[in-house]
């Protein structure tokens, strides 16, 4: 649920509930946790092979649409701020709630973002995933406070460390 919040995948309200009916009941927590975790995987081996400009096997695609028409069947279309969205619920699945977000912006993505630019973050022990939105199609890091500036600081330690040595 951390990371649910952290990702504002459910409102804070629908977070608080889902923990709560979590609570009592472990296993259905770790089967909800499991799936995720599939998804993520899921998710991450489409976008690992976009990035490496490899093809992405058919049966992925076919997984992860069959998981968004699963999660649908829980959700609502509702009206938010001028446009119409899909909603879900934890009250009616709290799998759903948490995964069809997921599933849909996963699949949003992929129909409607230019897939060469997705990149691999170049940062040490990271592996994230993103879209390269710069004008020449050069950045590195999945954040340049993060990743980047690990990188020029590692950089500029070893520039001091060779200047030491000579």
Not at 40 to 57: F, N, S, Y
Request: hydrophobic share 45%; proline share 4%.
């Amino acid at each position: 649920m951390q990371w649910v919040e952290h990702a504002r995948i459910m409102p804070p309200a629908d977070c608080a509930y889902a923990r709560a009916a979590l609570a009592g009941h472990p296993r259905r927590a770790q089967r909800i946790f499991e799936r995720a975790v599939e998804m993520r995987e899921l998710i991450w081996t489409i976008g690992t092979a976009l990035a490496e400009q490899r093809p992405v096997a058919a049966k992925l695609i076919a997984s992860l649409s069959a998981a968004h028409a699963a999660n649908l069947g829980h959700a609502e279309i509702k009206m938010r701020l001028g446009s119409y969205i899909w909603v879900w619920d934890p009250r009616r699945d709290i799998a759903a709630a948490i995964l069809g977000p997921v599933t849909l912006s996963a699949l949003t993505l992929l129909m409607e973002k230019d897939l060469l630019r997705t990149r691999r973050c170049a940062g040490q022990e990271c592996g994230w995933l993103f879209f390269d939105t710069t004008k020449n199609n050069r950045r590195r890091w999945c954040e340049m406070r993060v990743c980047g500036n690990r990188a020029k600081v590692r950089a500029a330690r070893q520039r001091q460390r060779l200047a030491r040595e000579s």
